[in-house]
């Protein structure tokens, strides 16, 4: 079973505050994807990182695929509360098209 | 800029109904699939269909559920005879061919919310 782990599940944070949510997994993708997601809607895409090692950057955010392609992680500097909401990992194991696994999410809140 | 579309936003069933779930992908992409998303629940594969057959499909695609591309511009998801516990969101998702290759993005629209009664 493609298991991918995002962690952590919850997280509450002040405005201006850093963090990081991780994306694990024992399987090698061959690209991982970010999305945002609002209550009652679809995932909306943030970045698709393919190469390992890869790391892109979104104005304040910053995702990272990991060296092998089993992890990522996506880094928020200076949160706003513009950023709350929940995060989802998604992984392709492969490039001809395959589904997404996705993660359980992280659910995200800036207070100001 | 282009955007995967779903109608309805919201489906009420009894259930043992048939419904159908439409999809508007994104005009020069060719590959679609459908997941589903359980209230409090990961988002999950259901089908991928391309060239105008089932690519791939998970264990949740069973005899109850079929695909179709029945025009150039939708793609529906059908339920034969719903049970309750196929409430949940209704994603639809596509992706593009970029040269000969695919790229790897999946592009999805706002969901039907269907509720089985």
């Known amino acids: 079973t493609q298991l991918l782990e995002q962690s952590p599940q919850f997280l509450s944070i002040q405005e201006g505050e850093n963090l990081t949510v991780y994306c694990n997994s024992s399987?090698?993708?061959?690209?991982l994807q970010w999305y945002r997601q609002e209550p009652g809607e679809g995932p909306v895409l943030l970045v698709t990182?393919?190469?390992?090692?890869e790391v892109k950057k979104l104005k304040r955010l910053t995702f990272q695929f990991g060296d092998a392609r089993k992890d990522s992680s996506l880094h928020i500097t200076a949160a706003q509360p513009g950023d709350t909401g929940l995060y989802l990992c998604?992984?392709?194991?492969?490039?001809?098209?395959?589904?997404?696994?996705f993660g359980k999410g992280t659910t995200l809140s800036v207070s100001s | 800029e282009p955007e995967v579309t779903q109608t309805p936003s919201h489906q009420v069933t009894q259930m043992g109904q048939e419904v159908i779930l439409r999809c508007v992908p994104i005009?020069?992409?060719?590959?679609f699939y459908w997941y589903r998303q359980i209230l409090g629940q990961k988002v999950e594969f259901l089908v991928s269909?391309?060239?105008?057959?089932?690519?791939?499909k998970s264990e949740i695609f069973d005899d109850q559920f079929s695909v179709e591309r029945p025009d150039g511009s939708n793609f529906t998801l059908k339920i034969r005879s719903t049970k309750l516990e196929d409430s949940a969101m209704y994603f639809c998702?596509?992706?593009?061919?970029?040269?000969?290759?695919?790229?790897?993005?999946?592009?999805f629209g706002p969901g039907t919310r269907l509720t089985v009664l």
């Open positions: 998702a596509s992706r593009r061919l970029a040269g000969v290759y695919f790229t790897d993005t999946q592009y």
């Open positions: 399987s090698v993708f061959s690209s």
């Open positions: 990182v393919v190469t390992g090692g």
């Open positions: 998604a992984g392709a194991l492969s490039q001809a098209g395959t589904a997404l696994i």
């Open positions: 005009s020069n992409h060719l590959y």
């Open positions: 269909f391309y060239n105008n057959e089932i690519s791939e």
